[in-house]
């Protein structure tokens, strides 16, 4: 679904992406998104924005066998497999490659999300949260495990007081409190996209109908 709230013009295109770092969906829409902002050419500035999202906030702090966990989501065995072999199929189409295994965990990712909160104050969290995705998706990595997401950082530049910063005890208040407020008004579903606070994108569509929606929001900003 595709909603516009009008309001407003505004210079540029700020967009907030709601999203979690476990949740495939999210990483195909980046990928789609990533396609239109390209199309749409160098007259707009594009400013993204990662806000957190727990797309399982049940999840244990150690985390769960994802077989487990998700066959009790989709009801069987027989539809966590149809709807995983679907999405490895729309992933390859995207040039994402989605493995699963057996014995793979979904982690709690609330630490993840403090870390992208760190990467974001040094401008580095569309490069951490694309290699999480990778690490976690593609590499088949828990990326609950501090030991993970401190590789992760580093390998993307972030510097031993952005990660100090990550596992503080203001990193886990700022996070819980942005978790907070998106549940307090009604964001429950993900990928969900804000652009210049008032226009507002959800699901993974392709980069054509990301591009419709972009060009008209840029045509009314001055």
């Not at 998104?33 to 924005?49: C, F, H, P, T, V």
């Not at 057996?102 to 104050?121: D, S």
Request: aromatic residues 10%.
């Amino acid at each position: 679904m595709i909603t516009i709230f009008l309001g407003e013009n505004m210079a540029d295109l700020r967009i907030d992406i709601m999203a979690d770092v476990v949740c495939p969906w999210c990483y195909l829409g980046y990928t789609r998104l990533k396609q239109a902002i390209e199309q749409l050419g160098d007259d707009y500035r594009i400013d993204i924005r990662w806000q957190p999202f727990e797309l399982h906030p049940d999840m244990p702090k150690n985390g769960a066998n994802r077989e487990t966990y998700l066959t009790e989501r989709f009801g069987s065995p027989e539809r966590l497999n149809e709807a995983t072999h679907a999405l490895q199929q729309v992933g390859i189409e995207a040039g994402l490659q989605f493995n699963f295994s057996e014995k793979g965990r979904l982690p709690n990712t609330k630490l993840a999300h403090q870390f992208i909160l760190a990467a974001t104050k040094v401008n580095l969290a569309t490069p951490f949260v694309l290699a999480t995705f990778r690490a976690y998706f593609t590499d088949g990595k828990d990326i609950g495990l501090t030991s993970v997401l401190e590789e992760i950082a580093t390998g993307v530049g972030m510097q031993k007081a952005d990660v100090e910063y990550a596992l503080s005890s203001n990193a886990q208040r700022l996070t819980e409190k942005k978790l907070a407020h998106l549940r307090s008004i009604d964001i429950n579903s993900v990928p969900t996209y804000v652009i210049n606070d008032k226009f507002m994108i959800q699901g993974a569509h392709d980069p054509e109908s990301f591009l419709k929606v972009l060009n008209d929001i840029a045509q009314k900003t001055p």
